[in-house]
């Protein structure tokens, strides 16, 4: 329910703790759902690729003491390599970015995803 993570959401809503915990346990649960962890000595952010029909949808947050610093491309770099040491079976990454969020469209960019501008938002897509 970070401010600045409500505000580039689709989703504005503030997130019921209860709520998550059952959407949380049901992505752990899910053979279309992975969630990785950056993290250092401690945890600086997440990324998590849901999967369907070969197509894996990016979603991922950096804590807010790291924003700024490049975890985002990182993040976004990283992903590619676990779902091939992993072997998982995608066969094209896309994540959606609203216009505002100069943060993400940067860190998309700079780890070379190809972009496409729809009408409220920029779909960042690669080929694996």
């Not at 809503?13 to 059952?22: F, G, L, Q």
């Not at 346990?25 to 945890?43: G, Y």
């Not at 849901?50 to 950096?62: C, L, P, T």
Request: aromatic content about 12%.
């Amino acid at each position: 329910n970070d401010p600045k993570v409500r505000k580039n959401s689709f989703n504005k809503e503030k997130i019921d703790y209860e709520e998550h915990k059952k959407w949380f346990e049901n992505k752990l649960n899910s053979d279309e759902s992975h969630i990785f962890i950056l993290k250092d000595e401690v945890p600086i952010g997440q990324i998590r690729i849901d999967i369907e029909n070969q197509i894996g949808v990016i979603d991922y947050s950096v804590d807010k003491k790291y924003r700024g610093e490049g975890y985002g491309t990182k993040l976004l770099k990283l992903i590619i390599e676990k779902i091939n040491n992993k072997n998982i079976e995608i066969k094209k990454l896309i994540g959606e970015v609203k216009y505002k969020n100069k943060a993400s469209c940067k860190a998309f960019e700079k780890a070379n995803f190809n972009k496409e501008e729809k009408d409220d938002y920029i779909k960042y897509y690669k080929y694996l």
